[in-house]
Every structure is written in structure tokens, then in C-alpha cells.
């Protein structure tokens, strides 16, 4: 399961972010209407190639660029490896 919080600006995500998840995560996206700019990462417990590709859709089609705050290591080496190294800000 994902929880999805925070604000239009700031999207934050609690749980894990993968293929059983995303779905859920991008219909609780689209419900709200945000725009998310930024991502609060403190939460998020685990990631996979579907929760990579997700949030590349989300920079995508909101702005072009996510910028990702309180990511775990195992968070962060997941979006280096996916060449999303830009992304995380410690």
C-alpha cells in the first residue's frame, strides 16, 4: 500500500512505490489534481522500475523535473541507477 499526502507543490509518499502501487498512487495523483514539484521521500520505504517510471511521469507532465528531498540509500541508489542522480538533494 501507498499513501500519498502534502500539497499540490509537495508530494509526499509513504510505503512502497512499485508495481503493485502505482496504480493506486497515480489514481490518488490524478483525484487531487496536483502538480507536485517536489517530493518528500522520508516515507518511502522501497522502490522499483515501475515507481521509477512513474515518477519520471509525474516530472513529465508537471514541469519536467522532480526534485527529491529525505530519500533512504536504498531510494537513492534506485534513482542513480535509473540516471535520475539529478533528482536527489540530500
Known sequence: MIK???TDQTMRLDGRLDIGTVKQAHEALRELGWKPKH??????????SAGVQWL?????????????????KPVQSVL????FARWVTP
Open 56 to 72: 519520471w511521469w509525474v516530472a513529465r507532465h508537471h514541469d519536467g523535473a522532480l526534485q527529491v528531498t529525505h530519500a533512504s
Open 39 to 48: 517530493l518528500d521521500a522520508g516515507g518511502l520505504e522501497g522502490l522499483d
Open 80 to 83: 542513480k541507477a535509473a540516471g
Open 4 to 6: 500519498l499526502s502534502g
